[in-house]
């Protein structure tokens, strides 16, 4: 009894909220602190990941902590909760109320979910502009947990009973703070004269808010007699054979749901279908009319200046632009530039907050096991931070792409128009992190990676030049009221 009364009072002293703050037409018996807790914590979960395991951990959060500052993401979104919380502390701070300010000037969040939970805080805390952003850490509760596991939050789903959950959230108190790029992304077609060039997710499904959302008439960005989608991503953005795959396994998933509730289950059906997609045996089963170069003309900038165009390998079938070094569960495409190629190709290690994106292709599947060697990296293409891919009328009539692991399939044109897709850097979020995590900011010191003079090498890596061009940020990531929460996990 005394050692949990001793917890208890330990997690009122670090993270507790009092209901005040957080509803305060039920805070007629709440629980007033002495003093202000050291990390006050806002905590979502969806409850529908990781198989049970994501309502396990709902239960578990709201038994130590405040049940207000404990959400359910399938009963409320966070934008909704933010608003109302930080409308609350305004009007606090207002009136004086400075317990209620150094709250809010100390607030953490964690979310707990797949990438795809994880993106959709990140961008609802982005596009609410708050004046104090609260950091956030990623509990993994997903198939490939890239951003928590960039992060130092591991890749594997968690414990969900009590001293799992306080460990955790003393990281959380101990965990630093890194700021990490966001990016926008602008699909653009002529409307066609029959069929449809939109967007396909897996069997037709409502799109997650990394996936494109049509642009409205009054968006700056809608041009008359052309469809215009927009989108945002944290991890990456992909194309070509890879895509296919997680489009075939989300499909996959969504038709069979009760064959897809635990991550080794997940992980080994993906490995499954990219051997019957043919990602294992592409040059024989994967026609070179989809292969990158003949699909798309790739054009890249890095500073202020021109368009210039990116050379694709002919024998590339999938191609990724990264931010996080963590893809395809927890692998590093880019790997470290040794000197050489730092000096003579002006490559630098994988920063997530120097406004670059990292460009890399791949031939197949056993390309990408180089990855798995201590210094292995793909095909090195080019860093950027505009992107723009031109789709002509050509052999093949769609592609697949995938935002942050969310895949559709892309019809391509079938006549004489052009698909645009242009990807630009938006902003940044703060992310919180361990101190031996993998991700890397360009401004911490202890961040400088040591020369990999014995790295891997891949095949075709091709010289890469530099270019810019402005267009309009994404209004917002907000998540559409018609979509299954569940099918982010």
Known sequence: MADSESINNNIHRDFYIPTYILAPSASSNSLRLPEVPTCPVLVFINSKSGGQLGGELLRTYRH??????????????????????YLNIGTLRSNGDQFAAEIEERMRIIVAGGDGTAGWLLGVVSDLKLSQPPPIATVPLGTGNNLPFAFGWGKKNPGTDLNSVISFLKQVMNAKE???????????MRAPKKGSCDPVAPLELPHSLHAFHR???????????????????WNYFSMGMDAQVSYAFHSERKMNPDKFKNQLVNQSSYLKLGCTQ?????????????????????KIMKKQGEWQDLPI??????????????????????????????????????????????????????????????????????????IR???????????????????????????DDTVVVEISHLGQVKMLATHDCRAKSIHDPSSQFADDVDEVD?????????????????????????????SLS
């Not at 043919?278 to 790739?298: E, M």
């Not at 592609?399 to 006549?415: A, C, H, S, V, Y």
């Not at 891949?458 to 009221?481: H, L, M, N, Y």
């Open 313 to 386: 390998p002919p024998s590339v079938r999938s191609i990724v632009c990264l931010n996080l070094p963590s893809f395809s569960g927890g692998l590093n495409p880019w790997g470290t530039p040794n000197s050489n190629k730092r000096r003579y190709r002006d490559l630098t290690p994988p920063f997530v907050d120097d406004g670059l994106l990292e460009v890399v292709g791949f031939r197949d599947a056993w390309h990408g096991l180089v990855l798995l060697a201590p210094k292995g990296h793909g095909t090195r293409l080019a860093q950027a931070n505009r």
């Open 64 to 85: 130590l902590l405040n049940k207000y500052q404990v959400f359910d993401l399938g009963e409320e979104a966070p934008d909704s909760v933010l608003r109302r919380l």
């Open 458 to 486: 891949s095949d075709d890596e091709v010289s890469i030049d530099e270019e810019r061009r402005k267009f309009g940020a994404a209004a917002t990531f907000k998540f559409p009221d018609e979509v299954d929460v569940s």
């Open 278 to 298: 043919g990602w294992f045996f592409a040059p024989f089963v994967h026609r070179s009319s989809r292969n990158i170069a003949q699909l798309t003309k790739v």
């Open 178 to 188: 890194m700021k990490m790029d966001s990016w926008h992304i602008l699909m653009r």
């Open 389 to 415: 891919f031109e789709f002509h009328k050509g052999a093949a009539d769609h592609t697949f792409m995938r935002i942050d692991g969310e895949p559709w399939k892309q019809p391509l044109p079938e006549n």
């Open 215 to 233: 642009v409205s008439p009054s968006d700056e960005l809608n041009m008359e007699g052309f469809h215009t989608f927009r989108g945002g991503f």
